[in-house]
């Protein structure tokens, strides 16, 4: 309530002073208490098909779904994948949609039946119909009950000539002198098991990524090697060999604990992979970090390579990336990521704030944006709307009363790029943290042209200057206990204010 209070008089102040306030209302074009949205697909520039989770008031699944709806919210059409107990008792891993080169959408699945686990090829049509296809294999590799494919664990590529290699670390490895191990299952458009492969002595639970190789025929995969605090990359060819190998992949960090990893997402329109990462990792078996930056990073197609990187806005708790599906690209290979802005405003609640880029395909900032108020936004997934602009799909919570929802926001290409369009869709275009702050004032915005100047409550200038980097550090060392307003200026006019308080 302390929390609710103090930024209420912050927003009275403000609006007392004529100026912007941050965390105005989102547009959420869907917003429900009972199910939501993941693993978007576009099918035109504004229509999308989704995996949709219908639950109970206790948080129950009750059904999984194919919708199709708009990018208004308007949904058009559904289809029942599982039903509730098919799903709790039976379904333990579920693939995202994707796309084939013959334009249908796909997914995985696997499910166990009398201890065994049976795995499944379920392909879309077009009225949201679907075919399913069991596929020659069939393992009694879990783990306990509901922890058998976690989605972290498993992943799967369709190849250009329509085959499939899906990968996950064997439980009977697992238990194997402390070892573990991948095992990677190819097989044809008929389900027919064409190839197998065990990868002794990797790290297969600490959520390792599936992406395309170079050719499209094979795959390439992150892990870690045991006793390793590295992730290394390994390309695969069409039989399964290995190609190549990237060790000590610097620009990625290996999970030292749960939701703290990285998501890698591979663009099929130009071959580069794309890293949405946590980068300061503690040493090897030491203690998490408290802050940690978001590191956004591009890999050439053929090496494997970073070839550039930029920084995201700060976290301040252990898990502000690296979310699934937060990584997507327009028509024209602009590239969008959600990450978490966990704690930004260093209040008593552990807010998870939005923070999304918009960048070129190379990774050159061409805009980016923040929400900060007293609800708690959880991304679960993202996708890029092809003419741009992204769609992303939320948990809400109040953080006074705790109320849950969840919902779907738009935000449009101009939103990235215009300061109204940022202010209407509800979104800042600069952000000041950590706040309440100590001696330095941290300014952070991707503004050109652009200055910040700090007034003290008496509305003296006491300090201005250039904003020539993403991050504007002031000192604040010398300034006395007490609340400021500072203001950001762009091309000679208000872009974005807000008050800091130095305790």
Known sequence: MKTMKFYALLALLLMAGGMTIQGQ???????????????????????????????????????????????????????????????????????????????????????????IANFYRVELNDDLTFSTLQLDWETDDYYDDDNTFYPYNTGVVVDKDGNFIITYPPHSQYHLNGTEAMLFLKFDWEGNLIGQRLMEGYRGQDRHHTLPAPDSLGCRIILRSNGSPKLDCYTLDAELNTLSVKENIEELSWPYQCCRFAYLCTNPANGKTYSNNTISYPAYGGNPAIVEDIMMSVFDAENFRQTNFTWGLTTQSDDGAGILQSIGFDNDNNVYMVGQMDNIMANEFLNRNLYIAYLDENLNKLGEIYHVDDYAYMVKSMAACPEGGCLISCNKSDEVTYESGNCLIKISKEAFVGIEEAHDAGFAVAVAYPNPGGNTLNIRTALQNAHVEVYDMNGRLIHSQAITENITAIDAKDWAEGVYVWKVMADGKLAETGKWVKK
């Open 25 to 115: 209302q989102l547009n959420e074009i869907v917003s429900s208490p009972d199910s939501w949205v993941s693993s978007m697909v576009f099918e035109d520039a504004h229509t999308f098909v989704a995996k949709k989770t219908v639950i109970d008031f206790n948080w129950n699944v009750t059904e999984i779904q194919f919708v199709r709806m708009t990018d208004e919210g308007e949904e058009l059409a559904s289809q029942q994948l599982f039903s509730g107990e098919e799903y709790n008792t039976e379904v333990v891993w579920i693939s995202p949609l994707q796309r084939l080169s013959n334009g249908n959408l796909v997914l995985f699945y696997a499910k166990r039946i009398a201890d």
